[in-house]
């Protein structure tokens, strides 16, 4: 692999990891047919899930641990803070644990990635080994504008969806849902939950489970759709509503922007 091709394929990576932690089903296969939290549902539940809605977004922050499974291509772990009040905020550690990309990764001498959500921009921090090819500076940043041009305009969907995800973006899905259903109570990590599941996505079937406690907070969620590669899930679980979260830009000195890192020629 040649120091250009290196460079650029850790760009792209740390790119689709970053998104995949925060924005699972809908950034990998485009946004779905009906808007989200389109007012399919009506009724109890209906109600119930809205009052989900509203404590989530009022809690504004939560730890958050997931595990996530894109086909053959990457499965990965995240573990952190994050932050929606105002814009996306937080640090999640990401850890690459299988697929043809985490071989990848592992060969360009990167397991394991720091991400940085602010409310403009993203910046991933990468191993030495990937600091030494672009000039000792270990940071990649991604403004969320700069994302629209990726891919044809395909990253579109995802500058959006890193700007606006939040835990109960999956209760809105499942409002825009014509079969929504509560499964019951079950026990989740200890604690009392309401199970609910239901189907979204259009032409292609992506499903969509939460756990809720009695406070209406969800407690776990659970993803799963398609790409090309196979099928695609996140299970993730969130704890400690409320906490505070920071998230600091990294010096500029050992910041690369990864437009500049597509662009430049190889050495």
Known sequence: MTRTTARRTVVSIAVTAALACVTACTASDGPSDDPVGS???????????RSVERAVGRAGSARVESTTVMGRELSLDAAGALGWSDGLTGTLTITYTGGTTAETMRRLGTTTMEARYLPDAYYARMGDT???????????KYVYADLEDLGGGAGAGFADQMRNTTPHQAVQRLLASDDVRKVGAETTRGRRTTHWTG???????????????????????VERG?????????????????VAVTAERPPAAD???FKELLAAPGS
């Open 130 to 140: 990937f600091a030494d090819r672009v000039g000792g500076r270990h940071w990649i």
């Open 39 to 49: 007012p399919s549902l009506t009724g109890p539940s209906a109600e119930s899930l």
């Open 199 to 221: 189907t979204v996505g259009g032409a292609t079937a992506q499903t969509v489970d939460v756990w809720v406690d009695d406070r209406d907070l969800l407690v776990k969620k």
């Open 226 to 242: 398609r790409t090309e590669t196979g099928e695609l899930t996140q299970t993730a679980y969130y704890s400690d509503y409320g």
């Open 255 to 257: 910041t690369a922007d």
